[in-house]
């Protein structure tokens, strides 16, 4: 262990992003967490991915969001990340969340997609052995499967759990009268869910609804996804399209299309309330997030080092007032 890349562990928990309670569960997790979809992958810098593993370890965000099929090509996220595990952090595995997930197309056949109980115990065989890991701290059923009944997608999970290959089992972007049965038919399984995962942010509201409250109701906690609708809730975009950008990259999966004039237009008023807060707009989209009361933790991608710390720093102030509610409200219908 480098002694130049590790604050001693107190300043690294006081001097932090903070943490909360994921629902009723009694696991803390970090206000900011830090997703490898994009970024982490085989086409990416990998000095970059260590500095920004590192730099976000040493702030205290303990919890890592993975899936079988992130990064470019698909698996690499995982096994890059569980090469920087071993190289340098293995004396802090018990410091960290790991979350992965399958749902989504892996590999190929009829096993490689889905919530078959096939698909998803393969899927976190092998994730353990990208990841080089004994276990992960939470898997998720990466999304509602209509043509698998949910007992046998939910009993996947449970068994997980009870293999001891996961802690605490999630669900992610599943529709509400699901997400309502899974909460239950994990609940009689002895593996009750920990955490919903959905997208959440300024420009994007439905969870809002429905989605929120029942998991408020169930005790189970909720992590937005991508907090800054993958980077156009920052000033990024208000000039063109960068070269390097997430809207740039052939593989990246933000569309150049979502950049429409008019959306532009309310970034850009965006981005004055944020600089009337004395915050970027990244800043203020992050605290937006977290100002409300069932949203445990955002997940946010960075491609720099520089964009961790500017997003750290959206901490520093998390409220908001009743005017601004409502014209970031306005911008964001
Ligand atoms: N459950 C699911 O289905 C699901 C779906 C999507 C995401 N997720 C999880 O959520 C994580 C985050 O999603 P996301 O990457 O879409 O999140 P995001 O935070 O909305 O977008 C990340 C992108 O925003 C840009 N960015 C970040 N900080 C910035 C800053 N300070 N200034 C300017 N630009 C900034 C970067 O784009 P550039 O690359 O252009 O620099 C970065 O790659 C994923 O990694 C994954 O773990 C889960």
Redesign the pocket.
């Known amino acids: 262990m480098s002694n130049e890349i590790y604050l001693p562990a107190s300043d690294r928990y006081t001097n932090s992003v903070g943490y909360q309670a994921c629902g009723k569960s009694g696991l803390l997790l970090p206000n900011i967490s830090l997703?490898?979809?994009?970024?982490f992958g085989d086409v990416d810098d990998a000095n970059e991915a260590l500095k920004m593993i590192q730099y976000a370890f040493d702030h205290g965000i303990t919890h890592f969001?993975l899936a079988n099929n992130y990064g470019t090509p698909f698996g690499s996220a995982e096994t890059n990340f569980g090469k920087m595990l071993k190289a340098h952090f293995s004396a802090h595995r018990d410091e960290m969340i790991i979350s992965t997930?399958a749902g989504h197309i892996m590999w190929d056949g009829p096993y490689g997609d889905g919530g078959s109980r096939k698909y998803l115990i393969s899927s976190i065989d092998q994730s353990l052995k990208r990841m080089q890991l004994d276990y992960v701290d939470i898997f998720y059923s990466?999304r509602y499967d209509a043509n698998t009944p949910l007992e046998e997608t939910m009993g996947a999970l449970s068994d997980m759990v009870k293999q001891g290959k996961a802690l605490y089992v999630g669900i992610?972007?599943y529709p509400t009268e699901k997400a309502r049965e899974a909460y239950q038919i994990l609940r009689e399984n002895g593996t009750p869910c920990l955490i919903n995962?959905d997208?959440y942010?300024i420009f994007t509201r439905q969870i809002e609804q429905s989605v929120l409250p029942l998991a408020r109701e169930n005790g189970v906690g909720c992590i937005a996804?991508?907090?800054?609708?993958?980077?156009m809730l920052?000033d990024?975009y208000l000039n063109g399209i960068p070269e390097n950008?997430?809207a740039a990259h052939s593989y990246g999966f933000l569309q150049k299309s979502q950049l429409s004039p008019e959306r532009i237009e309310k970034v850009s008023k965006l981005n004055e309330i944020a600089a009337q807060r004395n915050q970027?707009l990244?800043q203020m989209a992050l605290a937006w997030c977290l100002q409300h009361p069932v949203v445990n933790s955002v997940?946010?991608?960075?491609?720099s080092v520089k964009?961790l710390q500017?997003?750290i720093e959206a901490l520093k102030n998390l409220s908001f007032t009743a005017d601004e509610m409502w014209r970031i409200g306005e911008l964001g219908a």
């Open positions: 997703g490898l979809w994009h970024n969001d997930k990466h992610s972007k995962q997208r942010n996804f991508s907090p800054l609708a993958q980077g920052s990024k950008s997430r970027t990244a997940i946010i991608g960075t491609s964009q500017d997003n």
